[in-house]
């Protein structure tokens, strides 16, 4: 089975600065995993998924992930930060199959302060 | 395409009460499920489908039903209300084989 770790429940950051969020994972098998973000009273929004291609992955709105077998790690960065990156921070695991559930975090709020 | 569609956004139930939360795709996906999600919780996995006619629990099924008569369609029924589940529901759907997972924009749902 599948888990997910998310340490933080929220992080403030000032605008400019680095942003990480750090996501732990669990998996019996080679995982699929993801970040989603979702702005206030929206759904999810995927940022970036890791498919076992390459380790560091590129997503939208300038946001990359390093996947980190040995440390079962996906921690999300980028380099600076904006106002419109405020916003909660889901990740999310899934077994490679096709057949397993997708496995959310408990989330993590950014704050980007002026 | 409209993706992933929820109906309605909002709905206030009393207690005992039933109603049905719908979920449309237009994508051909044979996966989709329900979330619910609360503060602090991240999302929860309600019940799943791999298919038309196939569906299955996730973490939080107690108090909810589901069914898969199409492909397009996957309403989530609430049987008896509870103030329990006062949350916001989401639906999503993928294919089977692929990893992304497409949500709804969510219906906030409160049972008073």
């Known amino acids: 089975a599948q888990s997910v770790t998310q340490l933080g429940s929220h992080v403030s950051v000032s605008e400019g600065a680095l942003v990480l969020l750090r996501c732990n994972y669990s998996s019996s098998v080679p995982p699929y995993l993801f970040w989603y973000v979702q702005y206030p009273n929206q759904g999810l929004q995927l940022l970036l998924k890791y498919t076992s291609a390459a380790t560091l992955v590129k997503g939208i709105n300038g946001f990359e992930a390093e996947f980190k077998k040995s440390e079962t790690s996906f921690h999300l960065t980028k380099p600076s930060a904006h106002m419109s990156d405020a916003a909660e921070y889901f990740c999310?695991?899934?077994?490679?199959?096709?057949?397993?559930?997708?496995?959310f975090g408990k989330g993590t709020k950014l704050t980007v302060n002026p | 395409n409209a993706g992933v569609t929820q109906t309605p956004k909002f709905q206030v139930l009393k207690t005992g009460q039933s109603m049905t939360l719908q979920c449309a795709q237009d994508m051909n996906h044979e996966y989709m499920s329900w979330y619910r999600q609360d503060p602090g919780m991240g999302l929860r996995l309600i019940h799943y489908?791999?298919?038309?006619?196939?569906?299955d629990q996730g973490e939080v099924p107690n108090g909810y039903n589901v069914s898969r008569s199409t492909t397009e369609d996957f309403p989530l029924r609430l049987l008896s209300a509870a103030p329990s589940q006062t949350s916001v529901y989401f639906c999503?759907?993928?294919?089977?084989?692929?990893?992304?997972?497409?949500f709804g924009q969510g219906t906030r749902l409160t049972v008073v």
């Open positions: 489908s791999v298919g038309a006619g196939i569906t």
């Open positions: 999503a759907s993928s294919t089977y084989r692929d990893t992304e997972a497409f």
């Open positions: 999310a695991v899934k077994g490679q199959g096709g057949s397993e559930k997708l496995v």
